[in-house]
């Protein structure tokens, strides 16, 4: 079967967050092959950090007429233009669209002009529904899911969770494909750990750190001496703050902000505390195993797929007496810990990135390549 020689690359929300990183992956690995790419993209030119090669073609979809002016709706609008003009010029009709949201007027204009698309969402939408502040909105985005996503001519998740939802959702086969997110694995060396527990991710009612924090109160009684480390920004910081100052455990708290050299907060940390409401398939998971830093999480979407069905360190997402008593026994038999994990990281080389990437091309020469 001949491969395909043109990819469009269709990514409305583009930001710093692990799914971009995953798809930054995916590219830079594609640019060193035969492949020419086109990526289309809500952000300047000047701000994309992949490798800039001569086989890929960038499109922002935030430069044109209205671009200049601060309106969501004409800002919009400005989108609609620009993917309607480009794609309608363009030869090359296989898209993928790498998607949270529901985003059907990318995919609707994409068919409007027979282009052929794989949608690539990590979400559980069951879960995401369930945990979400805006009930309505988030209902809406699961019909549109419902009755749109029909018209994808693949389906890519990346975790068993979310692959069981958008089934559901669905009524179609979804293709399981992991992160390609791992240039290698960490060798474990003697690293010098402090007493400090750890936990990265957005500040946000998602990622669900009030619950670390409560935990981390009772925590403090058996092990004063421990600092939390929390890594992230998001709307959820002062509310964060203001908790650690009226619970009594300021000093013992440090809210870091964001950081681009997490890997010496892995090697350094005892523990990794990982409470999300629900994910895709988690990184910063997946960088705790690999940097050999004992983990203990909520089975949110991904979990599973990561640290085994099997894992002792689960953690109910809304009981922080469970979540501290876990970080009290993990602590405790912190040697027992660190050789069950030895066994979890046996299964890290499923999120290399050139194992998934493969993975992603095979899916699109299967999909593009029907007749």
């Known amino acids: 079967m001949d491969?395909?020689?043109?990819?469009?690359?269709?990514?409305?929300?583009?930001?710093?967050?692990?799914?971009?990183?995953?798809?930054?992956?995916f590219i830079n690995f594609c640019s060193n092959k035969n492949l020419k790419l086109t990526f289309i993209s809500n952000i300047k030119k000047k701000d994309y950090f992949f490798s800039k090669k001569k086989n890929i073609k960038l499109i922002s979809l935030n430069e044109g007429i209205f671009s200049?002016?601060?309106?969501?709706?004409?800002?919009?609008?400005?989108?609609?233009?620009?993917?309607?003009?480009?794609?309608?010029?363009?030869?090359?009709?296989?898209?993928?669209?790498?998607s949270f949201q529901s985003h059907i007027l990318p995919i609707l204009i994409c068919r409007l002009f027979s282009k052929r698309i794989i949608i690539r969402n990590s979400e559980d939408a069951h879960e995401a529904t369930k945990y979400a502040d805006n009930k309505v909105s988030a209902y809406i985005s699961l019909f549109l899911k419902s009755v749109f996503y029909r018209f994808a001519n693949g389906i890519i998740t990346n975790s068993q969770k979310s692959k069981k939802s958008l089934e559901k959702i669905t009524k179609k086969q979804v293709k399981l494909i992991f992160n390609p997110y791992l240039k290698s694995l960490h060798i474990i060396k003697s690293e010098k750990r402090k007493k400090s527990i750890l936990s990265v991710g957005r500040l946000t009612k998602q990622k669900n750190q009030i619950i670390i924090l409560r935990a981390f109160k009772?925590?403090?009684?058996?092990?004063?001496?421990?600092?939390?480390?929390?890594?992230?920004?998001?709307?959820?910081?002062?509310?964060?703050?203001n908790l650690a100052l009226n619970i009594g455990i300021k000093k013992n708290v440090e809210l870091l902000g964001w950081k681009k050299n997490l890997k010496k907060f892995y090697l350094s940390s005892k523990i990794f505390v990982f409470p999300s409401l629900y994910e895709g398939l988690p990184n910063a998971l997946?960088?705790?195993?690999?940097?050999n830093l004992p983990p203990i999480s909520s089975k949110c979407s991904g979990a599973e797929d990561i640290l085994g069905k099997d894992f002792r360190y689960f953690v109910s997402r809304d009981n922080y007496e469970d979540l501290s008593k876990k970080m009290i026994k993990s602590i405790n038999n912190y040697?027992?810990?660190?050789?069950?994990?030895?066994?979890?990281?046996?299964?890290?080389?499923?999120?290399?990135?050139?194992?998934?990437?493969?993975k992603y091309l095979d899916y699109c020469n299967e999909i593009f390549k029907k007749k």
């Open 218 to 241: 009772i925590f403090l009684k058996s092990f004063p001496d421990y600092k939390l480390i929390l890594i992230g920004h998001g709307s959820d910081y002062m509310k964060l703050k």
């Open 68 to 98: 200049k002016y601060n309106n969501r709706y004409l800002t919009s609008l400005n989108s609609i233009i620009k993917l309607v003009s480009f794609l309608k010029k363009i030869d090359s009709k296989n898209v993928i669209v790498f």
């Open 3 to 25: 491969k395909i020689k043109e990819l469009i690359i269709l990514y409305p929300s583009y930001d710093s967050g692990g799914a971009t990183q995953n798809l930054v992956n």
């Open 286 to 291: 997946i960088d705790s195993v690999n940097y």
């Open 335 to 358: 040697s027992t810990t660190l050789n069950e994990l030895k066994k979890i990281r046996k299964n890290l080389n499923r999120f290399l990135i050139k194992e998934q990437s493969l």
